[in-house]
Each structure stands twice: as C-alpha cells, then as structure tokens.
C-alpha cells in the first residue's frame, strides 16, 4: 500500500518533482521531447535535453518553502531549453511551477508575472502576425496563452479559494473563542451569584446561632429559660436556613425539580419576619414602612429582602443590640434604610468590609440602583439602597 506524505510536508513536495522528472523523462524517451527544431543542440548529444529538465523538477521541490527561488530556476530551465529547441516535458513541468509560485508566493508575485505573460502573448503573436505577413500569425501566441497565462489564472482561482477558506476559518476560530469567553463569563457570574445567595441565607442564620450559642456558653449564671430561649432562636435560625437552602436547591436542580416544588423567593412582604427574627434573637428593632407597599418585580423583592437581612445580621454582630429599619415605597424606587449604633466607634471604617456589604452593593447594581454604607453620626452604620421599581 502506498503512503501518501502529509499535505504541505518537503517529502510531498520532493514527490511531486520525483514525478514531474519521471514523466518529462518518459515524453523523451517516447521521442516526443522537442516542440520545434532544435537551435543550438545541433547534432550535440541527446542528454543534455535533460538538464533543463532535471531544473525545473527541483524547482517543483521548492514550490512551498522558496517559490520565488523555484520560479527564478523555472524560468532560467526554461530559457535554457527553449534554446535546444524546446522539450514538452520541461514546458510541462514550467506550467506547474509558474502555478506553484502564484499560489505559494507573495501576493504582488501573479501580478507580476500575470503583466509580464501579457506581455509575452502580446510580443508573440506581433511577431507571428509580422513574420507571415497575415493576421493567422495571432495563433502564434497560443501556446504562450496556454503556457504561461493559463498556470497563472489557475494559480490564482486556487489562491484566492485557499485564501477564503483560511479567513473562514479564521472567524470560526474566533466565534469558538468569543463563545468559550463568554462561556465562561457566564459561569463565573453564576458561581459569584451563587456565592452571594449561599453567603445570604446561610452565613445570616450561622450567625445569629453563632452569637447565641457563645452567649450560652461564656455568659455565667444562665437561668434556665434563658438558656431555653437561646436555644429556641439556635432552632428557629437553623431551619430557616435549612429551608432556605432547599429552595436555593431546587432552583440548581432545574428540570428535575418537581412541578409542587417551585420555591418561592422572599420578598420585602417578609421584612416583619427579618424583624421579628432580629428581635427574637436580642436585637430591638423599629420597623417604619411609609409610602404604599405593593408587589415588586421579584428582583426588587429579593434584593430588598437581602439586604435587609444582612443589615440586621451586621447590626446584631457589631451594634449594641438596637436598630431601626424604614421601608419607603416611593413612586420609581423603593429605599430602604437601616441605622444601628456600634459597640466600637474606632474601627467604624472598617465595618462591612467583607462578602456581606459587596453582596449587597452588587444587588443593588444588578437593578440598576445604588447603595450607600458606612458610619454616619453618633457613632451609627447607616445602610441606605435604593432601588428603581421598575428593574427586570
């Protein structure tokens, strides 16, 4: 079985200008080898038909890594056998290199050679209508056609076609680029919200059990009721968020979830809940709703309620165990503002440098809204976002 070299590789190559010298050898050996009498062969030896010859079938060997170098050798062979007298198999074998030079050479090659092969079939056939004296001395300038301006209009189709396709292949690589970024855009949004949903309904509640259950354990004297009631707020936060948490499930599971499982995101219809949990677990809240409460785009809700939540969360962790929230649904934004003092009025700058506050300012940008944290006077944190109503 014979093995074909690779495409582009210097043994495909050296093969085609093995089988080029094969078969201007075979139109030699037939005695079909010259076009016309010979000139300056004469009655010299047969083989030196064979040198211009053997040049062109190495300059088909370099067609791929030096075309102008084989074109300049072609056409030196070419000359040389044109002045023996001419040799079909070595016209032949030119055909293939002037094709070769226009499809693997330098786009300003053809043109060149496409100028100067006019030229040529322009010259011959004035010469051959001059030299019989009629205007059949056109067809003259046939051969000159077929030699030289067929290779290059050949080259130059194939050229263009290869150039197409390259180009073609160029911009699917980069749609397969452009796909694959924002691909993993799009991945990387989704984990960064679901670290934002994970950090809300999660790290929220831990806390709370967190700061109850120190307190249980490092405050001395504890009456029973009062342990009772730590342990009551430890439960009630533990399966909050254990629902919570199966909602966040069943989203990621999709498809597979269960038509009766929709879960349902909280909303700011749930912020007497949040209250109502904060001062469950030791921290006195006023809540203040003005304006006229209305159902939200469920973006809306869901951050309002995150926020909310978090804020009461920093507020039982950091603050001296009071807070106010207000709630004003205005015409175009819903704001929502919590104040809250802090034990220590030294570190103030610092607060909410964490998940928590970065969370709450990329839900408020999501909606195109705006949020503002940070100590405000009396030694108080001051959450203040603001949200448009109109948000998808």
Sequence with gaps: MVRIPPRGSLARDLALAAVALVGGTLIIVSGAYLTFQPALLGDGPEWLIYLPMVAASGAVALRRRAPLTGLAIGTVALAADLTMGGSIGTLLIYTQVLYDACVFGPARLWRRALEVAIAVVAATAIIGVVSMGSVRGLALGIPAVLLLVLPILTGLSVRQYRDQAALERSRAEQTARVAELDRRQAVSAERTRMARELHD???????????????????????????????????????????????????????????????????????????????????AVELTTTGSPRALPVGVELAGYRIVQESLTNALKHGTGTASVTVDYGTDEVRLTVHNPVADPGPLDHLGAGAGLIGMRERAALLRGRLDAGPAADARWRVVAALPVDAI
Aim: without cysteine.
């Design 201 to 283: 309904m999660v790290a929220n509640h831990l806390s709370v059990m967190a700061i109850h259950a120190t307190a249980a354990l490092t405050v001395p004297n504890l009456s029973a009721a009062q342990v009772e009631e730590s342990l009551r707020v430890i439960r009630e936060n533990s399966v909050q968020g254990l629902a919570e948490m199966r909602q966040m499930i069943d989203v990621l599971r999709g498809p597979e979830a269960q038509p009766g499982d929709d879960p349902v995101a909280p909303g700011l219809g749930e912020v007497e809940r949040l209250v109502t949990g904060a001062r469950a677990a030791g921290l």
